[in-house]
């Protein structure tokens, strides 16, 4: 199978009356590990608006995953707690991951998508 560029998380904008931090989490998405690429190449891209809270990618390794299964991979992480952000980021991780989703906790912003490819 061909490496493969989806959209994990559309836009969403958190509501600025409300100050409380929401979290949101994408639908799991087929890793590299799933079809058996020994590479385990995977990239991320994070497009955001005036946004400020934390994005992560997290993995699994299990092919059945249930919610302990996932863990945060580090390299992935973008913390904009201190500061809004507009941009893109990219960010690129190894492993032969089976299962990979993104989240996103924030307090004001949008996030206009999550893309990813492997």
């Known amino acids: 199978?061909?490496?493969?560029?989806?959209?994990?998380?559309?836009?969403?904008?958190?509501?600025?009356?409300?100050?409380?931090?929401v979290t949101v989490t994408s639908d799991p998405f087929k890793g590299?590990?799933?079809?058996?690429?020994?590479?385990?190449?995977?990239?991320?891209?994070?497009?955001?608006?005036?946004?400020e809270g934390v994005i992560s990618m997290q993995a699994t390794l299990a092919?059945?995953?249930?919610?302990e299964d996932w863990f945060t991979v580090p390299e992935?992480?973008?913390d904009n707690t201190d500061s809004p952000y507009t941009g893109v980021s990219i960010y690129n991780f190894t492993g032969n991951f089976v299962w990979v989703r993104a989240?996103?906790?924030?307090?004001?912003?949008?996030?206009?998508?999550?893309?990813?490819n492997y």
């Not at 590299?32 to 946004?51: P, R």
């Not at 092919?63 to 919610?67: V, Y």
């Not at 989240?103 to 990813?116: E, R």
């Open 1 to 21: 199978m061909p490496a493969s560029s989806q959209i994990i998380l559309p836009s969403t904008t958190h509501d600025p009356l409300n100050l409380l931090p």
């Open 32 to 51: 590299a590990g799933y079809y058996g690429f020994g590479y385990g190449l995977h990239t991320v891209s994070y497009q955001g608006t005036g946004f």
């Open 63 to 67: 092919a059945t995953p249930a919610e």
């Open 76 to 78: 992935t992480t973008q």
């Open 103 to 116: 989240t996103v906790t924030y307090t004001i912003g949008t996030i206009n998508n999550i893309t990813y």
